[in-house]
């Protein structure tokens, strides 16, 4: 169990990290989510002291990360996989790392062999990929089988087959009662192996739900209809309140109303329908919803070409921010999404 | 305690580059000692020449073990390796100390092979071509001088290059430092008649260790007094500016 509470980070007059409170469960694995620059890798460094936090606290199973003598038992935590030395060969980076923990050293040929790096372990990492090098990171995490893992982008670098071998990994991690706490910009990944989200923005935190809540609440909603003559069907909805997104003559995406809703009102109207589902938007559209307000740097909402004039004068209207689910009508429209951004392939 | 200097030492002696720069230590008083005392004229054999050519040489030893030590220490920031030293061991000081220590300790044993074998080399080179010698001169304090300026030269090294993070200042400081810039500021020192300030220039005070000190002077336990509260003035900054700052 992880618990961050009123987390302060500050370089200067940049507030980095914000109060930031938040937990991590054991049993499940936990994305951390936030754009460029929210402050994600600054959080997990100040979590174990390796930046110097402004103020808060991070207790692992209610202890300091500075109190514990063998902290690699306790905590297994990868920022980057650049972070060897690239004259020294897989091994012997495990070597010191192993003894400057007591750790037993015919853990390391197990983990090698785990990570697959067995057979290149006593080559200079100079000569690794990247993806070698977040398998060397992942074996560091690994060595003292801690009951914590924290990764900052693991995936970076893998290709899909180590993407996946890194998720299942994780995902067993999880599964054998450890808590373990990643941050990642593939959402499909998160969406694929996290249970609970912690959402930052500018430091600060966004959500911190399960991701099927966290979607539910963010993410856009919507129904297909279908129907041979569907205008009259469209025309009431309108009239309702309800946002028709006309696709072609025979469908449209009604956003506003639930099926059950279309679906009387379309028997009211004796309308034939041939499709009537109601999907909702993806793990990304969530986190783009949610995480709008608060980028930095952000290019959405910018049409192809106007980057470059924008970036000499900005543009004048207000960019459209992801209304919170309470200022919505209820159950009735979701939080608003950026007018020009491509319409979301959802998911049913 | 005991664990970081393990984990320190496997560091030290895993990069290649580290191991290059001690051949190169050891090779380099060895090659110039043998060569002196094997071309020099008989008649010019002084009964300590063969100590004080190999000590004089063993000073290029002393900074590129300094080097040695300075790769140690910056190489973790260069490549970030800082981190997971850090979240390996959160008590900054005891990183620092052992990396002292290993580096102090890896020092000494070269130096002391250094001198111990091209003195039994040089030796049997002097005892070949000159019936008698005599008793050669301070050889103990001068070696004994040599092997502490090793060691101090070799912990200020880790101390300064673990203030500045960087390879090439740390290593340009600790050469420019003690020959340009304080014989610089002993002749200044000298002109504005504070000579007994130059006493005080940490590595002028290193360098008095390994050479037969005048009247007038603090003498050799003066100096080592000197540059030994020098190699602790630096730790202190060290550890207390590495434990404040960000990883």
């Known amino acids: ?348 | 305690m005991i664990a970081t200097i393990r984990s320190e030492w496997i560091k030290l002696r895993t990069v290649r580059s580290h191991l290059v720069l001690v051949i190169f230590a050891v090779a380099f008083p060895w090659l110039v000692t043998l060569l002196t005392v094997s071309l020099i004229k008989d008649t010019d054999l002084a009964n300590d020449t063969l100590v004080r050519v190999l000590v004089n040489s063993a000073r290029v030893s002393s900074i590129l073990l300094g080097v040695v030590a300075v790769l140690g220490i910056c190489g973790e920031f260069t490549y970030h390796t800082i981190r997971p030293t850090f979240a390996a061991t959160p008590n900054r000081t005891r990183v620092l100390l052992a990396k002292m220590v290993v580096s102090a300790l890896g020092a000494a044993v070269v130096m002391a092979v250094i001198i111990g074998a091209g003195y039994v080399a040089g030796r049997l080179i002097v005892d070949s071509r000159v019936d008698q010698l005599g008793h050669f001169g301070d050889t103990n304090g001068l070696i004994a001088g040599m092997m502490g300026f090793t060691v101090l030269y070799v912990i200020a090294a880790v101390a300064i290059g673990a203030l500045l993070r960087n390879q090439g200042a740390t290593i340009a400081l600790l050469i420019v430092w003690p020959l340009i810039a304080e014989p610089l500021l002993g002749g200044l020192l000298h002109l504005v008649k504070a000579k007994g300030l130059v006493n005080f220039l940490p590595f002028n005070a290193g360098f008095r260790m390994i050479e037969h000190v005048g009247d007038g002077t603090f003498g050799r336990w003066g100096s080592t007094a000197v540059f030994a509260g020098f190699a602790a003035l630096m730790t202190a900054l060290a550890i207390v500016v590495v434990g404040r700052r960000d990883a």
């Open chain 1, 1 to 348: 169990m992880i618990e961050v509470r009123q987390l302060t980070k500050r370089f200067g007059a940049t507030t980095a990290v914000a109060d930031l409170s938040f937990d991590v469960r054991p049993g499940v694995v936990t994305g951390f989510l936030g754009p460029n620059g929210s402050g994600k890798s600054t959080t997990m460094r100040c979590m174990i002291g390796l930046d110097r936090p402004d103020g808060g606290t991070t207790r692992f199973d209610g202890r300091d990360y500075a109190t514990f003598e063998r902290p690699l038992t306790e905590v297994g935590a990868l920022f980057d996989a650049g972070y060897v030395h690239p004259g020294r060969t897989a091994r012997n980076h495990l070597r010191w790392l192993a003894a400057a923990n007591r750790l037993e050293a015919k853990r390391i040929d197990e983990l090698l062999d785990v990570v697959g790096l067995s057979t290149v372990a006593n080559r200079q990492v100079r000569t690794y990929s990247l993806g070698m090098r977040q398998r060397l990171g992942l074996a560091g995490v690994l060595l003292g089988d801690p009951h914590t893992v924290m990764l900052d982008e693991p995936a970076n670098g893998l290709d899909p087959e180590g993407i996946r071998w890194i998720r299942e990994v994780l995902v067993r991690l999880a599964r054998e009662g450890r808590s373990v706490l990643v941050s990642s910009h593939q959402l499909a990944e998160v969406a694929l192996m996290a249970d609970d989200l912690v959402v930052i923005g500018q430091g600060r935190l966004v959500e911190q739900a399960p991701v099927s809540a966290f979607v539910d609440r963010y993410a856009d909603h919507w129904v297909r209809v279908v129907g041979p003559q569907p205008e009259a069907l469209f025309e009431a909805l309108r009239a309702g309140g309800a946002t028709v997104d006309v696709v072609d003559r025979s469908s449209a995406d009604v956003r506003g109303a639930e099926a059950a809703e279309i679906g009387e009102a379309a028997a009211r109207l004796q309308v034939t329908l041939h499709e009537l589902s109601p999907h909702t938007g993806s793990l990304e559209d969530a986190y783009l919803a949610a995480t709008y307000a608060t980028e930095q740097f952000s290019t959405r909402g910018m049409p192809t070409g106007q980057a470059i004039a924008w970036s000499q004068a900005p543009p004048t209207a207000e960019p459209p921010v992801a209304a919170p689910p309470s200022a919505s009508p209820p159950g009735w429209l979701p939080p608003p999404l950026p007018a020009d951004r491509p319409d979301p392939g959802g998911q049913p």
